[in-house]
């Protein structure tokens, strides 16, 4: 009996631990506002170091590591770990960081949320030893209410799980069966290098319990007037609040009340002073909620008054058309990896302005929001991607709806994140999505199917549901089915003319590229953006006569791809592959685990092609 007894407890202990191990998967909606400092919120940045521990073997739930890690390394957060130590370039396993915090006594009364930045790619979080929540995706944020677990007398301890594992039904895809003599090293089904870990920055942030929890702001514009759109959500008992805008010395306020949680105000502005590339003028808008008597919370917005349509030739801009002088990017940088590198952030920003830039490609996945802040002072334009890349499609129905899931709670995510940065123009749902029936010699298209077709609609629908007030798009693989792209607002397509196929021949290939621009535009009459055109270039080799991985070379296939666009006025954009060298994984085609399309070195030094966009791109 009392061996019963004994064992019913056991089993109940056991079961409790259990269901005490319930996480919750992360709320898009607490990523809607970004932490804000007033006299009516609080933050706490946790970047520095923390502890760290590799788990290979997967024995770190078991051991019960959220109770405390010990035998440690330091790790900056953000960063990633591949190249903080030298023995754990390629490990994209189990890892864990631990974080051990105090929060202030003033802040008790408010609600609190843990932020993360990103954690590539799954997430599992605890706080003081007990179960937090969960997140899949590794370039978005996601925040959880902590609340009700804190210690208010002793330090907090953090404890997060993150993996990394290249799988199939991932977003983006990894881990498919090599390729033979093209396959890569870590099997990534794209062309970077998987880097892992807290790469963002984690926020410790209060609001207050009646608050201001989402704010979404559309402009139009009638002639010069424009018309400023707010839509808050709250949450609380508050009903009533007041919006302003401030701008050129002037100030537009109006009251709201709400109904259920939801308010709309509208303020008018004659005479707007736009936001455009030349002059990326913000307006400051402040949303204050009262409960009748006293203010119980405000959030300060920086917007621009600006609208963004197409025709069939264009994008337009404020009803002009915008040529977009650019490239495609990525977040890396030596050491850091992908981990937030402010002063890589400013530079870039720099260099973009240097080299007579107009707009980038937040190839291939989300990037941290600093970038958003700054391309919005910037005059910026922003086509901000998901990470859908290496997609592809087979007879396994399945996979194919995980991956479309997936890609939908990032494209939801991602507009509940960026959605009032007028910098942002196209929402991008995917990259060189492979077809079943692609052929890899790409001298024949590859035709969509009904499944492939209805998966590009379901994504362009869950764009269209969430912001109906930008473009959006899929960038299209060379010898990639027409028949996707025509669900883009701009047909985006990345070409390689002259460097994959007509190797070497830069004539060639710009006459290839030509007569494709001419055959799509009469096919499908909407505006053409090339999303990625150019060359290897290794730093400093240099022929009289162009000759691939040149910097001549680069530079020659670089111009005669625009010289081509020029003739064409349906042409609304071109994009270099890439701003910088970047690392990618070991493979035949990438020498020194790198690609070296950037047109700047991966420490940012301009190769000779740099130099030819910018006597080309800043004098216009
Ligand atoms: C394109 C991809 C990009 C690659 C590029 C390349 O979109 O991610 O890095 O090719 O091969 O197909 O350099």
């Not at 736009?274 to 002059?279: G, L, R």
């Not at 362009?460 to 883009?488: H, I, Y």
């Not at 270039?537 to 020029?566: N, R, S």
């Not at 042409?571 to 994984?585: C, E, I, N, P, Y």
Request: proline content about 5%.
């Amino acid at each position: 009996m009392k061996k019963l007894i004994v064992l019913t407890l056991v089993f109940t202990i056991g079961c409790i631990e259990m269901q005490a191990q319930n996480f919750k998967p992360a709320d898009t909606k607490d990523i809607a506002l970004f932490p804000q400092q007033n006299g009516l919120r609080n933050t706490m940045n946790l970047s520095g170091i923390w502890k760290f521990k590799v788990d290979s073997n997967g024995i770190g739930e078991k051991e019960q590591w959220y109770n405390g890690l010990s035998a440690t390394l330091p790790i900056a957060v953000p960063g990633s770990w591949n190249e903080q130590y030298d023995d754990i370039r390629d490990y994209l396993g189990l890892a864990w960081y631990e974080q051990n915090t105090f929060i202030p006594k003033s802040w008790s009364g408010q609600k609190i949320y843990l932020r993360f930045g990103s954690a590539n790619y799954a997430a599992k979080v605890w706080l003081n030893g007990k179960p937090l929540g969960i997140h899949e995706g590794g370039h978005l944020p996601f925040a959880f209410d902590i609340t009700s677990m804190i210690s208010w007398d002793a330090p907090n301890r953090i404890t997060v799980q993150v993996e990394n594992l290249l799988k199939p039904n991932r977003v983006p895809v990894g881990g498919l069966p090599p390729g033979g003599m093209f396959s890569n090293n870590p099997p990534s089904n794209f062309d970077f290098f998987p880097y892992c870990g807290l790469q963002r920055p984690v926020w410790l942030y209060t609001i207050p319990k009646n608050s201001i929890s989402d704010i979404t702001v559309k402009t139009t514009l009638q002639s010069t007037d424009g018309t400023v759109e707010i839509k808050i959500k709250k949450e609380g008992t508050a009903k009533q609040g007041k919006v302003k805008l401030e701008g050129d010395g002037k100030t537009w306020e109006t009251a709201f009340t709400s109904s259920g949680n939801e308010a709309t105000a509208i303020i008018k502005v004659p005479d707007a002073h736009v936001w455009n590339t030349d002059d990326p003028y913000l307006y400051q808008l402040t949303v204050t909620l009262t409960n009748g008597k006293e203010i119980t919370d405000k959030y300060n917005l920086d917007i621009g008054i600006r609208t963004i349509a197409v025709d069939n030739k264009h994008i337009l801009l404020n009803g002009k058309p915008i040529f977009l002088k650019g490239f495609g990017k990525h977040e890396d940088f030596p050491v850091f990896g992908k981990g937030t590198a402010y002063p890589v952030i400013v530079k870039d920003f720099g260099l973009l302005k240097w080299i007579g830039a107009n707009s980038f490609r937040t190839s291939h996945y989300p990037y941290d929001e600093e970038y958003m802040k700054m391309a919005d002072k910037a005059g910026i334009l922003i086509i901000d991607e998901i990470p859908a890349v290496g997609l592809f499609f087979d007879n396994n129905l399945q996979g194919v709806t995980e991956r479309k899931e997936m890609c939908q709670q990032q494209i939801r995510e991602l507009i509940t994140r960026d959605k009032n940065h007028p910098s942002v123009i196209m929402w991008s749902v995917a990259n060189e999505p492979i077809a079943n029936n692609a052929n890899f010699n790409l001298t024949r298209k590859a035709t969509a199917d009904s499944v492939s077709m209805n998966f590009f609609k379901d994504l362009f629908k869950t764009v269209k549901e969430n912001d109906d007030t930008r473009l959006a798009n899929m960038v299209g693989l060379q010898g990639g089915p027409d028949e996707w792209l025509n669900l883009s607002d701009v047909i985006c397509i990345n070409r390689y003319y002259g460097w994959y196929t007509f190797n070497g021949n830069i004539g060639a290939g710009a006459q290839a590229f030509e007569k494709e621009l001419d055959d799509l535009y009469a096919k499908f009459h909407k505006p053409i953006l090339v999303t990625e055109f150019g060359a290897d270039a290794y730093p400093g080799m240099h022929t009289d006569q162009p000759e691939m991985f040149t910097e001549e070379f680069q530079t020659a296939l670089i111009k005669a791809y625009l010289d081509v666009a020029a003739k064409k006025d349906f042409v609304t954009g071109m994009h270099v592959w890439a701003f910088a060298d970047f690392k990618t994984t070991q493979g035949v085609i990438r020498f020194g685990g790198m690609n070296w399309k950037g047109v700047f070195t991966r420490d940012r030094k301009p190769k000779a092609a740099a130099f030819y966009l910018r006597s080309r791109w800043a004098q216009q």
